[in-house]
């Protein structure tokens, strides 16, 4: 702890909106403050410090920011409010000018909360903006943070290059950056002396990693694979045009990797893929999952979708969804497309109408679903390792199998976060979001 630190005892409250790198990017800050005497505010308690970390990925997240900005000051009138993340970068002054916020930081600044959170006491200023424009923004910030359940996110690269028409992530998370491998490892192995046993990789394009040190996802992956002491690590969001066909069979023979993918589709029709500016066809979309399925039949695989992007006529999202149909995956995430200001896909024409827009979702998310107790089915029968977390208070324990099923047994302490779990999968519990545990074998 920092002796004599200006924030010692004082009380915070975090809250983060987005993906799960944001949640990593939180933790991380939560420790630095902890080592300066911070500690968290109890529930109903006044708080002194509010940390609210944002997304921007579409209008409604900004627009829940501001809701969360409103309520959280509201909530704690004395606090010291302080919003960083990507809407804090995209569009400072709008955060700056809400009610209650007192300090403003871009990406660059997110990891100097601490000091730039003290400076700010200090200064008696009613209100701060700090912000570094993205193409000074050179530096790769390292996290790795235990989430709420039993697994670690390790936070492996940050930005992206790609520039998406629909997206502003480039814009509020700068350039793609990476750590090095040497230093990934060296935090893999920090979370298995405290006795972690799953690990995310996270980023906001992973597969990427690499540009700044002259390496590749394939080296990370294989050098993560040799840590004693990590049983599973699970790859989020990789793009499908960096996801080697090396690295698939990699993870098919590897120790540790799980066979378990999140691979951004984003639309099933040629014709949409090219006004989004993606950087593949439905062809190779496809040609990487009949690689992954032909290596590994059991792999979980989540798929990312947008439906309603401008452009988007009935008959490209007919073509969209057709190519989902026919594809070997296990589950869908659907987005519905947002008009962003600054993005390339405003000067698209043909707008698609809000009911078309919903309508297209809930046609997707009921294949997700078809989709999802398709693959729960034929895993019914099979023997899968789990790894089980702390459940709520009175509920039933649940766990995820190396390929993601979810499964659910009366509470067991003991089984919480252990290693050498093997469970044989039985049959749905009511309400289907779960398989239930039909006999479990301990190592």
């Known amino acids: ?251 098919a023979t590897s120790k540790r990797i799980a066979p378990h993918f999140h691979i951004p589709l984003q639309s099933g029709s040629d014709e949409v893929l090219k006004i989004m500016r993606r950087h593949y066809d439905k062809q190779l979309f496809c040609s990487k999952i009949e690689k992954i399925k032909a290596v590994m039949p059991d792999a979980f695989i989540g798929v990312d979708l947008i439906v309603g992007m401008r452009g988007e006529t009935e008959e490209l999202f007919n073509e969209s969804y057709a190519t989902v149909e026919g594809l070997d995956i296990s589950q869908l995430h659907v987005f519905t497309y947002s008009e962003r200001p600054g993005t390339r896909a405003l000067k698209i024409e043909h707008v698609v109408t809000p009911q078309e827009k919903h309508d297209r979702c809930t046609k997707m998310l009921n294949l997700s679903e078809e989709k999802r107790l398709a693959f729960y089915t034929s895993q019914i029968g099979e023997c899968r390792p789990v790894l089980f977390e702390q459940p709520s208070p009175g509920a039933l324990m649940h766990g995820f199998t190396d390929n993601y099923i979810r499964v659910e047994m009366p509470y067991d302490k003991s089984l919480v976060n252990r290693s050498g779990v093997r469970v044989d999968l039985g049959d749905f519990t009511d309400d289907k979001s779960s398989l239930k545990v039909e006999k479990l074998y301990i190592e």
């Not at 902890?34 to 997304?55: F, M, P």
């Not at 993340?85 to 709008?94: D, I, N």
């Not at 003290?118 to 193409?135: K, M």
């Open 1 to 251: 702890m920092t002796e004599h630190s200006i924030l010692n005892n004082k009380k915070v409250v975090y809250y983060t909106l987005g993906c799960k790198l944001n949640f990593a990017e939180t933790s991380t800050i939560g420790k630095m403050l902890t080592q300066r005497g911070v500690v968290k505010a109890k529930s109903g308690e006044q708080a002194d410090l509010c940390i609210i970390n944002s997304c921007s990925v579409t209008e409604l997240a900004d627009k829940k920011c501001r809701q969360a900005i409103r309520r959280i000051s509201r909530q704690h009138p004395n606090a010291c409010i302080v919003v960083t993340g990507c809407y804090a970068q995209l569009k400072s002054e709008e955060v700056g000018a809400i009610d209650g916020v007192d300090l403003v930081l871009g990406a660059a600044e997110k990891m100097d909360l601490p000091d730039k959170l003290e400076s700010f006491i200090l200064s008696n200023q009613e209100r701060q903006i700090d912000t570094t424009p993205l193409a000074e923004i050179k530096n790769f910030a390292p996290s790795c943070s235990r989430g709420d359940r039993t697994r670690y996110f390790l936070k492996v690269q940050d930005g992206c290059d790609y520039y998406c028409s629909y997206c502003t992530i480039p814009f509020a998370r700068g350039r793609s950056r990476n750590g090095s491998i040497e230093s990934m490892v060296e935090q893999a192995r920090q979370v298995a002396q405290e006795g972690g046993k799953e690990i995310v990789i996270t980023g906001v394009n992973i597969g990427d990693f690499g540009k700044t040190t002259g390496e590749t996802f394939l080296d990370l992956i294989k050098a993560l694979d040799c840590v004693e002491g990590i049983e599973r690590y699970r790859i989020s969001s990789i793009e499908p045009d960096l996801l080697t066909d090396e690295a698939i069979e990699f993870i």
